[in-house]
């Protein structure tokens, strides 16, 4: 009788990599001396980041009048990026806090990129709302605190202010969940380090020593933290969505746009992932860490959640038909046939159409067809931002207020400006942090060998047996 044996799974770290290589692995982009390509990459973003710097200067001195907004549409391109960005940042938190608790292995491989990639992400959206103020200094009268005011308190029924409080709470649970999944590895740097540097890196990692004690604190607050994180995931995506769904502006009151918000921003934050991921893997060489198992996997959740996206805007069009009610039909009418029809068949090219093509195995295991699709979806979710939030206002009940919205060179200025600051952090979080979670990678080796071990020695009692 010979033993059944189940076949062997693509192993998550290529190479038969031992404890030193990978700490030498992926602890050496931090010590050494910075590559061409990152030093390039640095300065484009950096370029960015001063015209961002300029452009928030020039519209806090000049005032909002700076952007082409008017009676008609008062959210335009600010309000567009401050949700494509919130949506971006859902994929951090995803990849740690729900495949943590599902323990789906594959997730070591990208999660630390993702959570600081949410963190990036946040601080970028949130400017855009303390921007919009247009006086920044009076940004305290959103936080509800006892004070002098007497009886003028902040409004508890808008959702400007559920954002206020979901965002918030979102962004301090990540951190936390980021900084605390860093502390093994900066102590790993740190023993590597001299002098001041070593310093530094004990300061940051609070004097980890890899005793048992801290390790039970560090997996018991991983859990604790992803418990916290996973109802976030679809709490503040959703309060998002409030701004538009309890408005009563045709087109935005409707029920859809909680589940169809988050399954969007799940869909751009993969798509953001794999992009940096693709990126990093090659200027780092990690391509035994990051592997082609990573970006198919995150290829199939994009594929889901972009079909899930398409069956929302069929949802929409379907009900707006169903409803006979004749602003709710002229609303879809003009965001399809309209003046901004082109931001439409971009939004339903970009995010419904061409995931499709995640169907074949080839395709999602290609790293050319990854990165240009990643980018192809991102740009997509801008476009249905700006189709829900433009297209939408620019038609309102009088047509003598009807308008066309196009941005200034300000608002673009902003724009392209956070992506500056967006990619200078992220190349900054490259050079001073493992990008790929030391500690984990080695659980995950560890728990390998034990597998195997425990199949040879299965194999072994059964041969025995047979014999």
């Known amino acids: 009788m010979s033993a059944v044996v189940s076949p062997i799974r ?48 020039w519209t806090i001195w000049q005032g909002i009048g700076t952007w082409n907004l008017n009676r008609t549409i008062g959210w335009g391109w600010d309000i567009t990026n401050f949700v494509w960005w919130i949506g971006i940042g859902h994929a951090g938190t995803l990849i740690s806090a729900i495949l943590l608790l599902f323990r789906q292995r594959w997730r070591t491989g990208v999660n630390r990129a993702a959570e600081a990639m949410t963190i990036f992400a946040v601080m970028c959206a949130g400017q855009f709302p303390l921007i919009h103020m247009g006086r920044l200094w009076l940004g305290f009268f959103i936080f509800p605190y006892p004070n002098t005011r007497g009886p003028l308190w902040v409004n508890f029924n808008s959702p400007l202010l559920w954002d206020v409080f979901a965002i918030s709470t979102y962004f301090t649970v990540s951190l936390l969940f980021w900084y605390s999944g860093l502390v093994p590895d900066l102590a790993t740097i740190r023993d590597r380090a001299k002098g001041l540097r ?3 890196y004990n300061f940051f990692s609070f004097g980890w020593t890899g005793k048992a004690k801290h390790w039970q604190r560090f997996e018991s607050l991983a859990l604790v933290l992803a418990g916290l994180s996973t109802p976030l995931v679809l709490s503040v995506h959703t309060i998002v969505s409030f701004d538009f769904a309890t408005s009563v502006i045709p087109g935005w009151h409707t029920t859809i746009f909680p589940p169809y918000f988050v399954a969007g921003a799940v869909f751009s934050g993969f798509a953001m992932v794999q992009t940096l991921m693709v990126m990093t893997r090659k200027v780092l060489k990690l391509e035994q860490y990051i592997t082609l198992n990573h970006i198919d996997s995150m290829n199939k959740i994009i594929l889901v959640t972009g079909s899930i996206v398409g069956v929302a805007y069929l949802t929409e069009l379907f009900i707006a038909w169903y409803s006979g009610y004749i602003y709710e039909q002229f609303a879809f009418y003009n965001r399809v046939m309209g003046p901004y029809y082109w931001s439409y068949i971009g939004m339903m090219t970009c995010n419904v159409i061409s995931p499709q093509l995640f169907w074949s195995a080839k395709i999602r295991r290609s790293l050319f067809w990854t990165f240009f699709m990643s980018i192809f979806v991102n740009i997509g979710m801008w476009f249905e931002r700006f189709v829900i939030i433009a297209t939408t206002l620019a038609r309102d009940y009088l047509p003598s207020s009807w308008s066309y919205y196009v941005p200034t060179w300000v608002e673009i200025g902003l724009f392209l400006g956070t992506l500056g600051l967006f990619f200078t952090l992220y190349l900054i979080f490259v050079r001073v942090a493992p990008v790929v979670a030391v500690a984990e990678v080695k659980q995950i080796l560890k728990a390998a060998g034990d597998q195997y071990a425990g199949k040879q020695s299965h194999k072994a009692t059964a041969d025995a047996h047979h014999h």
């Open 10 to 57: 693509e192993p998550l770290i290529e190479g038969g990599k031992s404890y030193h290589q990978i700490s030498e692995d992926l602890c050496s982009p931090t010590e050494r001396t910075p590559s061409l390509a990152w030093v390039a990459a640095f300065m484009v973003a950096v370029t960015f980041l001063a015209v961002y710097v300029f452009c928030v200067f």
């Open 198 to 200: 070593r310093k530094i």
